[in-house]
């Protein structure tokens, strides 16, 4: 693979992709990841009918010659290769299952809708409503922080189905060229477009597009989320790797002076990086699907403190010049521009559930703690 990686000129593609405007951005992701589909490389987690079926230790190789190598990550991709795929394969019909993933296999990208504006971490009490209407629904309402969804074609959506409560909550799959869908990119601190709201005013959707059955959504958003935060932290795990490698280089920068400090800092961040990567590897002997969301969430919060915490060591370490000028776009992968990094690290505390919630989450049902609250 290494040598695939060199033919590709794989750190190219993302110098590439780095410079070019948004809709340039993404013709170039999706060349890249047909390279890598053709491969085997761009969705080893599926099972083996669908293309994939790679152990644990040949999807590790595969993100680690990937990272080594520079190559572009897919941000644009991911939400079809994990949630969506992870959302058809568990829970989708024959139908469903035939009619997206191929279509994924050929660069379909998806966006995922579950936060509203009253509704982020706290997505039981979303509003926006799918109201049954013979052989089709008709949805109204507003979604906001959806990564990816100015790029999109298709969208996970959750609705209100039934009544108050998670009890009422059905999942559907969203074509956002339909009637009444209108998408609008929001600009986050780094200055990128990654996310945006989409309204959905008298949006009609065929019964087909119910993933599982009517009120039972949250059963299958779990799924989806336990995907984000199970089998992608094997990838996190590896990018932590480049982390250090990008903060040890700022450490050899620094004067003789203020080195010994640093190296004594950088140790620890060491330790830290190898921890949790065993913890990914513990997590998932447990659930190798990574639908155990409860454990899932552990290695979100790990993972988006280490982050944060790393980008911010970097641009400390960098002074002044860290802060010069916007290099792209991180999101969760080390690119050693520390600025961009730092910005990038707080989605990860917020994203995916907010991290107080999920610390809720692993205090109520792994160390039993009595609930705060009504649900």
């Known amino acids: 693979m290494q040598a695939w990686c060199r033919s590709q000129d794989a750190a190219g593609w993302r110098d590439r992709m780095t410079a070019s405007d948004p809709a340039e951005r993404a013709e170039l992701q999706r060349a890249w990841f047909l390279r890598l589909a053709e491969q085997g490389y761009a969705f080893p987690h599926w099972p083996a009918a669908w293309g994939g079926g790679r152990s644990r230790a040949d999807q590790l190789t595969i993100a680690r010659e990937l990272i080594r190598a520079g190559a572009p990550r897919l941000d644009l991709h991911f939400v079809a290769l994990y949630h969506a795929a992870a959302t058809l394969i568990t829970a989708g019909s024959d139908e469903q299952q035939a009619e997206y993933l191929p279509a994924i296999r050929l660069g379909q990208r998806w966006c995922q809708a579950f936060s509203e504006p009253g509704a982020g971490s706290d997505l039981a009490s979303l509003r926006t409503r799918a109201e049954r209407r013979g052989d089709h629904y008709v949805l109204n309402g507003h979604k906001t922080w959806s990564s990816g969804a100015t790029q999109a074609q298709m969208c996970l959506l959750l609705a209100r189905t039934g009544g108050p409560g998670r009890a009422g909550i059905s999942y559907f799959l969203l074509d956002l060229s339909a009637p009444g869908v209108s998408v609008r990119p929001i600009r986050n601190a780094s200055g990128h477009q990654e996310f945006a709201d989409i309204f959905l005013t008298d949006v009609v959707i065929p019964v087909t597009a ?131 990094d730092y910005l990038s690290s707080w989605e990860w505390t917020i994203g995916g559930g907010a991290n107080d919630v999920l610390r809720n989450v692993v205090g109520e049902r792994i160390l039993g703690l009595p609930r705060g609250g009504s649900r």
């Open 210 to 340: 119910l993933v599982g059955a009517e009120n039972e959504g949250w059963r299958t958003a779990n799924a989806t989320l336990g995907e984000e935060r199970g089998l992608t932290m094997l990838e996190r795990s590896e990018e932590m790797v480049a982390g250090l490698r990008y903060l040890t280089r700022e450490v050899a920068a620094l004067p003789p002076g203020e080195r010994a400090a640093a190296v004594e800092t950088l140790g620890g961040y060491a330790e830290r990086v190898e921890s949790f990567r065993l913890l990914v590897a513990r997590v998932l002997d447990a659930s190798i699907d990574g639908t155990d969301t409860a454990a899932a969430s552990i290695l979100k919060l790990v993972y988006s403190e280490l982050l944060q915490d790393m980008s911010k060591e970097g641009l400390a370490m960098a002074g002044l010049a860290g802060h010069e000028g916007k290099h792209g776009r991180s999101g969760a992968w080390q690119t050693g521009h520390w600025f961009d």
